[in-house]
Each structure stands twice: as structure tokens, then as C-alpha cells.
């Protein structure tokens, strides 16, 4: 006796087994799930197959559309639940295709209104042009409508219930690919954070050039234009002390450090993160964009330009994380 393998449903069976371990798992390791994944799934009962593919693309919310054979739109809020119980926003697109390869699932009836109107049409030309009759049986089978195919009746709730099964299986190997892809998104934003870090860093110890660069830029103006004009020194320091402490970016820096140690702790201990990482970034961005304008040193402003640049970066990452 020969035994063959159908790999389909092997490749069914190790997709469910690393969505359940990966289930397991996620209670003791957080992972983050990208927007962007595939799934497959063909599900057979009794000669029906049902064949699921489901993908999904980043978006802002969950837009959700569906595409299979039109006895089966009565199920489309059924399926649509399935998916939401797995995926909480992205842009989803499913594909149901569905086959009935038992017997007696289909019969053909002939249409004798239909064909005797044929017929009758046909004979009035017939008549009307002085035209020989030569219809022929096979020529008219061969006309729209004169046989009809008619499928047996289906039950409903069985119908439903395997499509659920197949909807689920497909969407299960999606969570699989999503939380992979989730994770190498995770392991490029903390390399980009480090890098980030390093950058912030540098500026930090240089920022107090940046205020120098502007103290002893407006003492020099203010010492021009008040020459002779009798005002005290000490006046003149006080003005530019002031001036420099609103050119000074060390909150930026410490707001800075804050949102990239928040970035961390959210990747490694919450779910659903990518509105609340969205918002940090729009946060840093604003701080990247203060120690720009506030720079006057021509290297500390190509390290802001990196900075602004790492940040944008990890932006257009943050926009495929769920």
C-alpha cells in the first residue's frame, strides 16, 4: 500500500502549530505585529474544498473587503467577525474560492420558454425575408438561456461553518507571518534607536558651543551698536545670558532621551502600538526640528540633520506596526 503526503494540508497543519506555539509564547515574550503579512488556507469537507487567501497591508484603521462567489455574500458580517477577532487595523483583502466536487451538486434544466420564444423569433425572420427554416436542435442548444444549471440546495449553517474554519486557518498563518515581520521591525527600530542615542549624545556634549556660538556672537553686535553709549558692562552680560539661555537645547535633549526610552518599553511590553509610537515620533520630530533652529555650528547641525533623518526613518517603519 502506497501512502502519499498532500503537502497542502501539511503546510495547513504547520501553520496552526506555530500560530498556537507563538500564542504560548506571548505570554511570556511581547511581540509586535507588522501590518503586512499573507495567509493561506484550503479547508475540504465531504468533496466541498474552500480555499482561503488572506493580505494585508498598513493602514490607519481596519478596511476590510472581501472577494468570493456570490452565494456566499449572506456570510460576509460572519467572516468579518472571524478576521476581527485576529487583526485590529490594517488594510485586509481575502479571496474565497469554493468547489463542489460531488456528485449530483449541479443539475441542467431546459428552458422551454425560453426556446420556444427562439423559435418563434426565428421563424418570423423566417417568414419576413423569405429565408429557409434551417434551425437545428444543436444550433439552438447553443443560444443563452436555453438550459439552465442549478445548483442542489445548500445548507446554510454547514456552508458557514466550514467557511469559518477555512477563514480562521488562513488568517492564523497571517498572525504567523505579521508577528515575524513584527519582529524584524522590532529588531530595526532598536538598531536605529541606538544610533539615534549615539547622535544625541554627540550634541549634548557639544550643545555648549551652540550657546558660546551665540553669547559671544551678540556680545560682539551689542558692543558695535552700544559703543559710547555709556550702558554699563554688566547690562550688556545680563541681556546676553538671557538670550542664551533660549538658545540653550538641553531640554530638547532630555525630551529627546525620554521619547526613545518610552519607544523601548512600549515595543517590548504592549500590543497594538503603532498609534501610540506614531504620536512619540510626531513628539521627537518637533524636538529634532528646535535643535535645528537653535544651532549655529555647522557640525552639531549635520548631526540634527541625522538625527531628523533616523527619525523619519523610523516613522515610515512605525507606519507597518499594528
Do not use: W
Request: contains cysteine; hydrophobic residues 40%.
Amino acid at each position: 500500500m502506497r501512502y502519499y503526503i498532500n503537502n497542502a494540508v501539511v503546510s495547513a497543519f504547520l501553520g496552526m502549530l506555530i500560530y498556537d506555539i507563538t500564542k504560548f509564547l506571548k505570554d511570556e515574550i511581547v511581540m509586535i505585529q507588522s501590518m503586512t503579512g499573507f495567509g493561506r488556507y484550503e479547508y475540504t469537507d465531504n468533496g466541498k474544498k474552500y480555499i482561503v487567501e488572506i493580505k494585508t497591508v498598513n493602514h490607519r484603521y481596519f478596511d476590510f473587503s472581501v472577494r468570493m462567489p456570490k452565494k456566499f455574500n449572506m456570510f460576509e458580517a460572519d467572516i468579518r467577525n472571524v478576521v476581527k477577532k485576529f487583526i485590529n487595523r490594517g488594510k485586509i483583502e481575502l479571496f474565497i474560492s469554493y468547489e463542489d466536487l460531488t456528485e449530483g451538486s449541479c443539475s441542467i434544466r431546459y428552458n422551454s420558454n425560453i426556446t420556444s420564444q427562439y423559435v418563434n423569433a426565428i421563424k418570423e425572420m423566417s417568414d419576413e425575408f423569405d429565408l429557409p427554416f434551417d434551425i437545428t436542435v444543436s444550433k439552438l442548444s447553443e443560444f443563452p438561456e436555453v438550459f439552465i444549471m442549478e445548483e442542489a440546495d445548500m445548507d446554510k449553517d454547514l456552508i458557514l461553518k466550514h467557511i469559518k474554519v477555512a477563514v480562521e486557518g488562513a488568517v492564523k498563518q497571517l498572525v504567523v507571518s505579521r508577528n515575524i515581520e513584527g519582529e524584524n521591525l522590532k529588531e530595526d527600530l532598536l538598531s536605529k534607536l541606538e544610533l539615534l542615542s549615539s547622535e544625541i549624545m554627540y550634541i549634548e556634549e557639544r550643545s555648549p558651543e551652540i550657546v558660546e556660538y551665540h553669547q559671544q556672537k551678540l556680545e560682539e553686535k551689542l558692543n558695535n551698536l552700544l559703543e559710547g553709549a555709556g550702558i554699563e558692562q554688566s547690562r550688556i552680560l545680563t541681556e546676553v545670558a538671557i538670550f542664551a539661555d533660549k538658545v540653550c537645547v538641553d531640554e530638547e535633549i532630555v525630551r529627546l532621551k525620554s521619547h526613545i526610552n518610552s519607544i523601548k518599553k512600549i515595543i517590548n511590553e504592549e500590543e497594538n502600538i503603532g498609534r501610540k509610537l506614531d504620536f512619540i515620533v510626531q513628539e521627537m520630530n518637533r524636538e529634532a526640528n528646535t535643535i535645528l533652529s537653535k544651532s549655529g555650528n555647522l557640525d552639531i547641525t549635520d548631526h540634527g540633520i541625522i538625527i531628523k533623518t533616523e527619525i523619519e526613518k523610523i516613522r515610515e517603519q512605525i507606519q507597518n506596526i499594528e
